[in-house]
């Protein structure tokens, strides 16, 4: 289960709130995955998120977030809702 969680910044290009479908977008929109297999349940593999995609989320949370996760601790997540949860929780830290 994704926790949302709250993220307070004056850069409008900084989300509100940090979810699965914030997830989601960043791995559509910037690392050009398709949407559809993008399922809170779904493995990485599953997913389509390979190596290059986990590097353009690190990259697209760094810049957005400041948030610096790296490729190995973000691709350990088991599923895309795991994932989710842990870009949630460091980002409240």
Request: hydrophobic share 50%; net charge negative; proline share 6%.
């Amino acid at each position: 289960m994704t926790l949302p969680s709250k993220v307070t910044s004056g850069d409008d290009d900084t989300p509100d709130i940090i979810d699965f479908a914030f997830i989601k977008h960043v791995l559509v929109s910037k690392a050009g995955l398709p949407a559809d297999p993008i399922t809170p349940d779904a493995t990485l593999l599953q997913a389509g998120i390979d190596s290059m995609a986990v590097t353009v989320l690190s990259m697209a949370l760094e810049d957005r977030l400041g948030l610096v996760l790296t490729e190995h601790t973000l691709s350990q997540a088991p599923t895309v809702a795991a994932l989710a949860d842990l870009v949630a929780e460091r980002a409240t830290v």
